[in-house]
């Protein structure tokens, strides 16, 4: 094989995709420490390994992204690190059978979110340049350093992967960035790739991240640097489904993202979280195309993709919609008799006798919420009834949103929708929370299960999810009827508005409807729908939740951008914008004219559901408020 050094500087290489998703896929839990399987069940690493290899993969990482002190001691394993690290280089070295280079993977410490004191980076020195030492002893082709967010804990650990390698391997460094290609202190995709040139890496770029649209348009000015570039991207973002987590970006679409990247001379291609053989086959197809068109490969051996059976576990049987269809939430035993649903809020009294008007207000990344509460004010003097505020949205530094909705009423007159979601508190906080935003004279909730924090800033830090959707609905219908969850009295009753979320373009659509009906059972009083750009696609959805009886708020996102478009139809769950729509986005382009033609459509989607519904949800993008009264001026005011 030619030396990985010399492979760097020419060429399309496809890197492999995600190896936790593929272990837990085959039956490996979340719980488990995955390093540690390169001494249990090295059989499964290598069939993970095999199968990307096969798929055409001719650089594939080693199982080592936590296997140095600081995490391994989390498992009790720390004195495992030389022992697990010259493991996962051999089993990979076996799938790779001369067909792939062996990159040597070292991830983040996973224990600092902003800056770190001097100690904590010496520990990070020690931990990377003791795991550095093993895997070069180990004589993989190049070491990895991947998916680090925080600047300085990236700076020593390149630095410290470099000094333990002394030449004999190359440094690639990878970063992960926010969807302004930003590092979590603000630095730049360009300058962050500029310093960890200085700092002695031999290739660099980013990886995870939100998915391909946004690792593109990082990787784009890291590539002025001249150093080879580097391009994983996630599978779009993940979703909570039950117990797993699910990705939707297709195959297909990162086979064009990956032919966008080597035409702009990205080297290395390759897939994070939630990619599976499938995508690699895309990439590697997208890989050819590249050297055929000029961009000459040095790869030991680039096989034809074989076609492998899907290994993905089914979701459990949902009961049928019309099982539930008519089944009122019966009340708790020794509860109190609820307060009328008119008489808990101005919202609630408003639904059923005219069109309500929600909009989306949610706190800046920061401590100064003053915009959002302008924005507030200037939406309640367009005619908007409600303003809604999301629970940790994107998982990034925001203040609570409860903060913000007693700020909000008090400052801006205007009532507001709290979301709870289960992914922050387990059930006493959560118990907690609720009780307390009662006390605030909060009284709307919409109840959702709540993204992973892995889309935001902070990917270690940890998901509860004691309670998910259905069983948040649960307790805070108890808590209307004045019972804790231990069926212990609370000395007189809540009068919450129970709101819930709904998909109506689902991947799984019956799933989807079942999980509605559900939801009424549990105590749902009102549906609030993601957004929808096909009338025919929300049309079915309607004549579906007819029979609940349930008030629908439809979901309206105005497209900002052709771009827009194809990241909320390629990455984003639950959403589908149809192929027309993203023609006319095209069409007209960015800036002004995209943003007009996106509250164009807008328009004509409320226009034609608007004497089906019983209000709308607008979310404005980027904070452009202004739009959501463009969108309903002469339709329902």
Not at 44 to 72: P, W
Not at 118 to 124: E, N, P, S, T
Not at 312 to 331: D, I, K, L
Not at 556 to 565: C, E, V
Request: aromatic share 6%; hydrophobic share 45%.
């Amino acid at each position: 094989m030619v030396p990985f050094s010399q492979a760097l500087t020419s060429g399309a290489f496809t890197v492999d995709g995600a190896m936790g998703t593929q272990l837990y896929e085959r039956g490996i839990l979340y719980s488990a420490c995955f390093e540690e399987l390169c001494l249990t069940r090295p059989d499964v690493v290598q069939k993970v390994h095999e199968d990307y290899v096969r798929a055409g993969a001719t650089v594939i990482e080693t199982n080592t992204f936590g296997a140095h002190a600081m995490r391994l001691d989390k498992h009790h394993l720390g004195g495992k690190v030389r022992e697990i690290n010259h493991a996962a280089v051999a089993i990979a070295r076996l799938a790779a059978q001369d067909r792939a280079w062996v990159v040597g993977a070292i991830g983040p410490s996973g224990y600092f979110l902003g800056d770190a004191s001097a100690d904590d980076l010496a520990k990070v020195r020690a931990a990377v340049g003791e795991q550095a030492a093993a895997l070069v002893d180990a004589a993989p082709d190049a070491i990895l350093l991947e998916t680090f967010r925080q600047t300085g804990e990236l700076r020593v650990a390149v630095e410290a992967a470099v000094a333990a390698a002394k030449g004999r391997v190359p440094i690639i460094a990878s970063v992960s960035v926010d969807e302004n290609a930003r590092m979590a202190d603000g630095t730049a995709a360009p300058e962050i790739a500029r310093q960890m040139k200085e700092w002695g890496a031999a290739a660099i770029g980013i990886n995870c991240s939100d998915g391909p649209m946004t690792v593109l348009e990082g990787v784009q000015g890291m590539l002025a640097v001249g150093l080879p570039v580097w391009a994983v991207p996630n599978a779009g973002l993940p979703r909570r489904v039950d117990d797993r987590l699910v990705y939707v970006s297709t195959p297909e679409y990162f086979g064009v993202y990956a032919r966008r990247m080597f035409k702009l001379g990205v080297r290395f291609v390759g897939g994070c979280c939630g990619t599976t053989p499938e995508h690699t086959k895309r990439i590697a197809a997208s890989a050819r195309m590249a050297q055929s068109a000029g961009m000459d490969s040095t790869s030991p051996a680039t096989p034809e993709p074989g076609r492998e059976n899907d290994d993905g576990a089914s979701v459990g049987m949902m009961p049928a919609a019309h099982e539930v269809w008519r089944t009122e939430p019966p009340p708790p035993v020794g509860g109190a008799a609820p307060v009328p649903f008119a008489d808990r809020s101005a919202l609630a009294a408003k639904i059923g006798k005219r069109f309500v008007l929600s909009v989306e207000v949610n706190p800046p990344v920061g401590l100064d919420p003053s915009r959002a509460v302008a924005a507030a004010r200037m939406l309640k003097a367009g005619g908007v009834d409600v303003v809604n505020i999301a629970d940790g949205a994107r998982a990034q530094a925001r203040m609570s949103n409860l903060a913000l909705a007693v700020r909000v009423q008090a400052e801006a007159g205007m009532e507001t929708i709290l979301h709870v979601c289960g992914r922050d508190r387990n059930l006493l906080a959560t118990l907690a929370h609720l009780m307390g935003a009662h006390d605030l004279g909060l009284r709307n909730l919409v109840i959702i299960t709540g993204d992973p924090p892995k889309m935001g800033d902070f990917p270690d830090a940890t998901a509860v999810y004691d309670l998910d959707s259905i069983g948040l609905l649960k307790l805070a219908f108890r808590l209307n009827h004045g019972i804790d969850p231990g069926g212990k009295g609370l000395g007189g009753v809540t009068s919450f508005v129970l709101a819930t979320g709904a998909e109506p373009a689902a991947l799984n659509y019956e799933r989807e409807i079942a999980r509605v009906a559900l939801k009424k059972q549990a105590g749902a009083e009102l549906v609030m729908t993601q957004p929808v750009y096909d009338p025919a696609v929300l049309t079915r959805f309607l004549d579906d939740v007819a029979p609940l009886g349930l008030p629908v708020l439809v979901g309206l996102l105005p497209l900002a951008s052709h771009r827009n478009a194809e990241f909320l139809h390629n990455e984003v769950p639950g959403m589908q914008v149809p192929e027309a729509v993203r023609d006319r986005m095209r069409a007209a382009g960015g800036g002004a004219e995209g943003r007009r033609e996106g509250v164009r459509i807008a328009r004509e989607m409320l226009a034609a559901v608007k004497d089906r519904v019983q209000g709308a949800y607008i979310m404005p993008p980027f904070e452009r408020y202004e739009l959501a009264l463009e969108i309903v001026e002469g339709i329902v005011r």
